[in-house]
């Protein structure tokens, strides 16, 4: 069965400088793999995905992620963050050969400082 | 326009009673999901439809009965309510044929059982 793995707790980072969150996913043949945020008291919104195609992914609000095969990763960027951006980060993996279960990380909090 | 939409936003209820939880997505897509997420924020998929077909029946008490009527709609009643029930419900939706996979999803219900 498929997983994601978000190993850290919660990212804090300031204000302008680069925000990352890290996203290993384990999945028989090739993923589609997703990003998701969650504010507070909200539902999840997607953020971008990778089905296949050019590994670095463009998503909404200035993130991007790349997809990396061999290290089994899809970490999530963004060059200069913002305090808008803090929020619960979600990554998500589906088996393109299973039914449509998609499995979820635990997710992130990200914290941005000002 | 709302894209998925659930009602209630928050229900509060005793032990026993039974309630439902109605959801519509107005996206045209064929598959809807009903999620439950934790009071640590972990993301669980509880059933998915596609086409009003169920295709998803993940390991939950048999107290939760899902219904869709419709392509668009998918509700959620719950019998014999829980202490431990008291939780997040998302519902989603998505388009399972083509590139758009992604899930979209609705405010969520916040569901106390008291």
């Known amino acids: 069965a498929q997983s994601v793995a978000q190993p850290e707790d919660q990212v804090n980072v300031a204000e302008g400088n680069p925000l990352t969150v890290k996203c290993t996913y384990s999945v028989s043949g090739n993923p589609y793999l997703f990003w998701y945020v969650q504010y507070p008291n909200r539902g999840l919104q997607f953020l971008l995905k990778y089905i296949t195609g050019d590994n670095l992914v463009k998503g909404s609000y200035g993130f991007e992620a790349e997809f990396n095969k061999s290290q089994t990763s899809f970490h999530l960027k963004k060059p200069s963050a913002l305090v808008s951006d803090s929020a619960l980060y979600f990554c998500?993996?589906?088996?393109?050969?299973?039914?449509?279960?998609?499995?979820f990380g635990k997710g992130n909090q990200v914290v941005v400082i000002p | 326009d709302t894209a998925v939409s659930q009602t209630p936003k928050y229900l509060v209820t005793q032990m026993g009673n039974d309630k439902s939880i109605k959801c519509e997505q107005n996206?045209?897509?064929?598959?809807m999901y009903w999620y439950k997420q934790d009071s640590k924020k972990f993301l669980k998929i509880m059933f998915s439809y596609n086409n009003k077909e169920l295709i998803i029946n993940e390991t939950v008490p048999n107290r939760f009965s899902p219904k869709s009527p419709d392509k668009a709609h998918l509700n959620l009643h719950i019998n014999s309510l829980e202490l431990g029930d008291s939780a997040v419900y998302f519902c989603a939706s998505s388009q399972e044929t083509g590139l758009r996979q992604e899930q979209y999803f609705g405010p969520g219900t916040r569901l106390t059982v008291t």
């Open positions: 998500a993996v589906r088996d393109p050969y299973g039914n449509n279960r998609l499995a």
């Open positions: 996206l045209g897509h064929d598959t």
